[in-house]
Nanobody, 119 residues
Framework: VQLQASGGGLVQAGDSLRLSCVAS????????AGWSRQTPGKEREIVSS????????YYADSVRGRFTVSRDNAKNTVYLQMNTLTPEDTATYYC?????????????WGQGTQVTVSS
């Protein structure tokens, strides 16, 4: 699976961003997918995931209520709508597939897209 993320950028606190990730290579619709983030010196954190048919969304406590994950299997794409961004959301965001939340791992990782939130 190849995962291509986009949509990052520099925004101000309180703003919104929408990340997109297009998958190719294998049947995407059979796999759960989602997003993780990492800042220098910290472990990668899975912030959200969604089941293969758009069910069972998962959100880390740090983003629940502000971020929304969705997918469009017809477009092989998973999205992350991020609202009410804070400087603590600044990180490199990676999309992933075949995520195992309890172990904070995934079988497939995409390249990162940088999100920077200024105060």
């Amino acid at each position: 699976v190849q995962l291509q993320a986009s949509g990052g950028g520099l925004v101000q606190a309180g703003d919104s961003l929408r990340l997109s990730c297009v998958a190719s290579g294998v049947p995407f619709s059979r796999r759960n997918a989602g997003w993780s983030r990492q800042t220098p010196g910290k472990e990668r954190e899975i912030v959200s995931s969604i089941g293969s048919h758009g069910t069972t969304p998962y959100y880390a406590d740090s983003v629940r209520g502000r971020f929304t994950v969705s997918r469009d299997n017809a477009k092989n794409t998973v999205y992350l709508q991020m609202n009410t961004l804070t400087p603590e959301d600044t990180a490199t965001y990676y999309c992933a597939a075949d995520i195992l939340v309890p172990t904070n791992t995934a079988k497939y990782w995409g390249q990162g897209t940088q999100v920077t939130v200024s105060s």
